[in-house]
């Protein structure tokens, strides 16, 4: 099993651009969670999704959108990209909406 | 909303002292787990806690689960070089509901 996959790793943007941050798992998990993360605020919930054709909003939602159209793939998508949303994305996956398994990340600038 | 507050944000120990992170909850939880990320990786679980005091131990590590369901601490003993990373709790308000993660506590070990 790769687990929770995500790409890119790596990505610059700049302001106003949009672009979709993939993430994949191959657990059959129901649950799939976006997080960011910056320096000092810990993890935030963006959007999550309790089963394909389901999806949520997190904490900080403005500015991504997620569709779950699969069980295992669960895009975000950044509408219009704005220096704010400089930060590292998370992906998670869970089979019970309790322990949460992480991908590796995607580390973003936008300028 | 719900809110999860963590401390101390930093803790740098000699290697072999004692470590202690706290973790309180604006709100009663249905459990709390803890995840530790190691620096430039992702977080990875360490454990859940679902009863009201409720304790665990792993190795070195001890968590506990206050009465109220508000509150948790992870105690490392005599820490290692190893344990260096950022330690989150991330608590569940109702099972099913939305995962808030704390701020985390970066533990830096000095040899």
């Known amino acids: 099993n790769a687990g929770v996959t995500q790409t890119p790793k790596f990505q610059v943007l700049k302001t106003g651009q949009s672009m979709t941050l993939q993430c994949a798992q191959d657990m059959n998990h129901e649950y799939m969670s976006w997080y960011r993360q910056d320096p000092g605020m810990g993890l935030r919930l963006i959007h999550y999704?309790?089963?394909?054709?389901?999806?949520d909003q997190g904490e900080v939602p403005n500015g991504y959108n997620v569709s779950r159209s699969t069980t295992e793939d669960f895009p975000l998508r950044l509408l219009s990209a704005a220096p704010s949303q400089t930060s590292v994305y998370f992906c998670?996956?869970?089979?019970?909406?309790?322990?949460?398994?992480f991908g590796p990340g995607t580390r973003l600038t936008v300028l | 909303g719900q809110q999860v507050m963590q401390i101390p944000q930093y803790q740098h120990v000699q290697e072999g002292e004692d470590f202690t992170t706290y973790c309180n909850s604006s709100t009663t939880l249905s459990n709390i787990q803890w995840y530790k990320q190691r620096p430039g990786g992702h977080p990875v679980f360490l454990i859940q806690?679902?009863?009201?005091?409720e304790v665990k131990k792993q190795k070195r590590l001890t968590f506990q689960f206050g009465e109220a369901k508000k509150n948790s601490s992870l105690h490392i003993t005599a820490t290692q070089t190893t344990d260096v990373g950022t330690y989150f709790c991330?608590?569940?308000?109702?099972?099913?509901?939305?995962?808030?993660f704390g701020q985390g506590t970066e533990l830096s070990v000095k040899p």
């Open positions: 991330a608590g569940q308000s109702n099972q099913g509901g939305k995962l808030i």
């Open positions: 806690l679902v009863k009201s005091g």
């Open positions: 999704s309790v089963g394909a054709g389901i999806t």
């Open positions: 998670a996956s869970s089979p019970r909406a309790d322990t949460q398994y």
